[in-house]
C-alpha cells in the first residue's frame, strides 16, 4: 500500500505548520502524544478519518478518540458535559485521560465508530497541542500502529508501520507514558442515584487518581477478562485481538526464582523472556521492562516489539502488578498474551 514517500518532520514551528498544512488537506499525519503515538486527521472531515482507517487497517466500528487543545473546543463535539466530566477535566486535562461523552451532530459517525457517543482527550504533549493549534480543528487520533500491533511510542516504530501509508510523520521524542490514555465513561453506580466514573480502559491516570474525584469508580469487566464472542461492550477497543507482536506471549505469574525456573523447563527455539530487574535468566535472552509500574509502562510496547525484532516465536513474561499504573500494564500484556497465563 506505498501510496506516499512518507516524510520524518522535526518537532519545530515550521514543522508543526506543514503538518497542519496536511491536515487541512484532509490527510493523515503522524503525531506524538505523552502517552503513545496517534495517525492525526481532521474530525470533522469523513474522508480525512477514513483514510485513518484505511491506513490502520482498523474496524469501522471501533471508535477514534477526538484531541482538543482549549477546553472551547469540546462545546463542537459533546452534547453535554456532565459536572464529574467538568471536575475531571479540571484536575486531569490537559493530560492522559479519555472521557466518552454523548456526542454532537458535528462529530460523524465515521469518527464514533457508528456510536452516540465520542471519545474526548486534551493531550498535553506540546507538539500535539501545536498541531491541533494550527490546524484549527480537533484531530480524530487512534495510536499509529498497523491494526493489532503494540502501540508506537516513538517516531521509528510509526515509521515501520506506515511508511508509504501517510505523507509525514512528527518526531516528538520518545513518549513519556508509553501506555494509551485512560478511557473512562459517566454512569449511575448500581442503585444508588449517585454518578459514577468507570474506567474502560486503564492507563496513567489511576483509579485511585480518579477516586479523589468522585469515591464512585468503577473498573469495566472488560479490563481484566477476555470478551466473548459476540458479547456487547462498553468500548469497542476491548473486543479486537490488541498489541500482540508475532510470537505466542504467555504471562507467567510467580516470584524471580519460581519465573525462571518455569522458563528454563518449557524454553525452546527462539524463546524470549520479558523480565523486571530482578530476573536473571542465564543463557536465554531476556528484555528487562524495569521494575516500577511507570517505568514497565514506559517501555511495555518498545519491548514487545524489539521480541518481534529478536525473531522470537515465544515470549514468556512476568506478571505485573495491578496496582496504580500496574493495572494498565497488566490490561495490555494480558491481551498480548490473549490471556493466557500461567499461575506458579
Ligand atoms: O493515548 C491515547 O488514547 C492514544 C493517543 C494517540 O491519544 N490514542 C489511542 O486511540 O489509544 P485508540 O484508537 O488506539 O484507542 C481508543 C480506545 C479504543 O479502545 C476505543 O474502542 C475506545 O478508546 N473508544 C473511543 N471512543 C469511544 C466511545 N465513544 N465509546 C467507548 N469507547 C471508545
Ligand atoms: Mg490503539
Same mark, same amino acid.
Given at each position: ?46 474522508? $480525512? ?5 484505511? $491506513? ?83 484531530? *480524530? ?14 517516531? %521509528? ?49 489511576? $483509579? ?17 477478562? *477476555? ?19 508475532? %510470537? ?44 516500577? *509500574? ?18 522470537? %516465536?515465544?515470549?514468556? $513474561? ?27
Amino acid at each position: 500500500m506505498a501510496k506516499y514517500q512518507t516524510v520524518m518532520l522535526d518537532g519545530s514551528e515550521l514543522s508543526v505548520k506543514k503538518a497542519a498544512a496536511f491536515i487541512n488537506a484532509g490527510e493523515v499525519v503522524g503525531m506524538p502524544t505523552e502517552t503513545v503515538y496517534g495517525l492525526a486527521a481532521d474530525a470533522f472531515n469523513e474522508e $480525512a478519518v477514513a483514510k485513518i482507517f484505511a $491506513a490502520k487497517e482498523r474496524p469501522a466500528d471501533n471508535p477514534l478518540i477526538v484531541h482538543i487543545s482549549d477546553l472551547t473546543m469540546i462545546t463542537g463535539i459533546a452534547a453535554e458535559l456532565p459536572q464529574l466530566a467538568v471536575t475531571c477535566a479540571k484536575r486531569f486535562w490537559p493530560g492522559p485521560l479519555t472521557m466518552v461523552l454523548p456526542k454532537t451532530p458535528n462529530v460523524p459517525f465515521i469518527t464514533s465508530g457508528g456510536l452516540d457517543t465520542v471519545g474526548v482527550r486534551m493531550p498535553s504533549h506540546p507538539v500535539a497541542r501545536a498541531l491541533i493549534d494550527a490546524a484549527g480543528v480537533p484531530l *480524530a487520533a487512534p495510536s499509529a500502529n498497523l491494526s493489532g500491533s503494540p502501540s508506537p511510542t516513538c517516531a %521509528a516504530h510509526v515509521l515501520k508501520d506506515m511508511n508509504g501509508r501517510i505523507p509525514a510523520i512528527i518526531d516528538g521524542g520518545e513518549c513519556d507514558a508509553g501506555v494509551e490514555s485512560t478511557v473512562i465513561c459517566f454512569e449511575e453506580d448500581g442503585g444508588s442515584g449517585k454518578s459514577a466514573i468507570k474506567i474502560l480502559r486503564p492507563g496513567r491516570i489511576t $483509579a485511585q487518581m480518579l477516586s479523589e474525584v468522585t469515591p464512585h469508580v468503577l473498573i469495566d469487566k472488560g479490563v481484566l477478562n *477476555a470478551v466473548e464472542n459476540g458479547a456487547k461492550v462498553a468500548s469497542p477497543g476491548m473486543k479486537y485481538k490488541h498489541y500482540a507482536p508475532k %510470537a505466542k506471549v504467555t504471562l507467567v505469574d510467580g516470584t524471580a526464582e519460581l519465573f525462571a525456573e518455569y522458563v528454563k523447563a518449557h524454553a525452546g527455539q527462539g524463546t524470549v523472556c520479558l523480565v523486571f530487574r530482578d530476573t536473571d535468566i542465564k543463557g536465554l535472552p531476556c528484555i528487562v521492562i524495569g521494575d516500577t *509500574a511507570e517505568e514497565q509502562a514506559h517501555r511495555l510496547f518498545a519491548a514487545l516489539r524489539e521480541a518481534d525484532s529478536m525473531g522470537a %516465536a515465544e515470549v514468556f $513474561a512476568r506478571c505485573p502488578t495491578t496496582d496504580g499504573v500496574g493495572l494498565a500494564v497488566y490490561n495490555r500484556l494480558i491481551r498480548a498474551a490473549a490471556f493466557r497465563v500461567v499461575k506458579l
